[in-house]
């Protein structure tokens, strides 16, 4: 069973199991209304300043629905316009929908991982925080292992010298995932990709991941 723990893909063919990204929470309830599994967030480049706590207001009302098997994307972007006290409020905000839901929470980082370790260490969270689309040097993941953090990791990692990859394979075995992320490429590509750097079975890395996705995300 191939687990895609994080997709911005909704209608495309299925290989596996995957949790469908919901950015714009005015169709929540739609999307929940249909077949699928979901996260759902504030991603830092759709926060509305004006309006946000409206949008936490939203996921609240719902983020018990089993079919939303984590909260996010959220998280914290050094590289956008918006102030970054505005884009830590919001992030709070999806912290405590996290712990009050108790499912784990799907992390956007860029060029903000001293304060994303602060705040981990500051709120010593109880869920699972899991950096999605990881593609940064290995020493900052070694750092946040510390912390107790997961990995998730997509279609850079079949570009064999890339950043993605070399963190995969030094990474524990006990604390990724893999994702397909907005990437057009098969579920199953990545996956293939994904055991040829760890040197292990195709089969043993699904059965392996699928493991973990039904202990962290409670599924099943």
């Not at 967030?41 to 949008?55: C, L, R």
């Not at 784990?104 to 869920?127: D, G, N, T, Y």
């Not at 010298?161 to 394979?169: F, P, Q, V, Y």
């Amino acid at each position: 069973m191939l687990t895609d723990i994080h997709s911005h893909h909704f209608n495309a063919p299925l290989d596996g199991i995957r949790i469908s990204n919901i950015l714009n929470v005015d169709r929540l309830e739609e999307y929940l209304a249909g077949e699928g599994l979901f996260s759902v967030g504030i991603h830092p480049w759709h926060i509305h300043p004006d309006h946000w706590e409206d949008d936490i207001a939203i996921i609240k009302k719902n983020m018990a629905n089993p079919k939303i098997l984590a909260l996010g994307e959220a998280g914290l972007d050094r590289l956008i316009d918006l102030p970054l006290n505005i884009q830590q409020d919001v992030f709070m905000s999806m912290i405590e929908l996290s712990e009050e839901a108790q499912k784990p929470l799907i992390i956007h980082c860029v060029r903000s991982f001293a304060e994303l370790a602060s705040l981990h260490r500051a709120v010593k969270p109880k869920q699972k925080w899991i950096i999605h689309g990881f593609n940064i040097r290995w020493e900052i993941a070694k750092g946040l292992l510390d912390q107790d953090f997961y990995f998730s990791f997509g279609s850079a990692i079949l570009h064999h010298k890339s950043a993605a990859a070399l963190a995969l394979e030094k990474m524990p075995s006990d604390r990724f995932f893999l994702e397909t992320d907005e990437s057009h490429e098969p579920l199953d590509s990545i996956f293939a990709a994904a055991a040829k750097i760890r040197g292990v079975n195709e089969h043993v890395l699904s059965d392996d991941l699928f493991g973990r996705f039904k202990e962290i995300f409670n599924y099943g």
